[in-house]
């Protein structure tokens, strides 16, 4: 869906319209076949696969994966936690960030300015798995002083 590609509009100056619709085409089809991408950015097949090789070499594309349905795997409770830690120096900061990596249940990590020091998403089966996960492993993690946890009632919109 056109909408929910993400706006690449304002991407780094050396990319040309072709390069900004290569990567918005792939953000939505990872795996089409490069001479339907070189007809959908107009452009003929060998310098669409010289300019798709080139942005994989200068990291705008870091790669192509799966996106696995949660459902199908039995992993539909959505959990966001907070986390505020003892302190933020860079030795709590560093360690925390390694620890937290560990954790397969937590499919997000991002450091916070605000009133707790990172969120986290987390999928498990239920909410007795996620009281484990925070219970035995994140509450565990280094330099954590408490936790907050916010549920997800439903997912309106997700970006694999």
């Given amino acids: 869906m056109e909408g929910d590609l993400p706006d690449i509009s304002h991407v780094d100056g050396s990319l ?5 619709k ?3 085409e792939l953000t939505e089809n990872g795996r089409i076949p490069v001479a339907e991408l070189a007809e959908k950015v107009g452009l003929s097949k060998t310098p ?7 942005l994989i070499a200068e990291g705008f594309i870091q790669g192509f994966k799966a ?16 986390v505020k830690l003892t302190n933020t120096h860079e030795e ?4 925390f960030n390694a620890a937290v990596k560990k954790i397969k ?6 450091m916070i300015a ?8 987390i999928r498990t089966r239920d909410i007795k798995k996620y009281r484990l996960v925070l219970g035995e492993r994140i509450s565990n993690l280094p330099y954590v002083a408490n936790t907050s946890t916010n549920v997800a ?6 970006r694999g």
Avoid: W
Wanted: charged share 35%.
């Fill in 67 to 82: 996106i696995l349905n949660p459902s199908k795997m039995n992993l539909d409770h959505i959990a966001f936690a907070e």
């Fill in 16 to 20: 040309d319209a072709f390069d900004r």
């Fill in 114 to 121: 605000g009133r707790f020091d990172y969120l986290l998403k």
């Fill in 92 to 95: 709590a900061l560093n360690s």
């Fill in 48 to 54: 669409c696969q010289n300019r798709f090789k080139r």
């Fill in 153 to 158: 009632m439903e997912t309106v919109k997700e």
């Fill in 105 to 110: 249940e937590v499919e997000e990590c991002h």
């Fill in 22 to 24: 290569i990567l918005e």
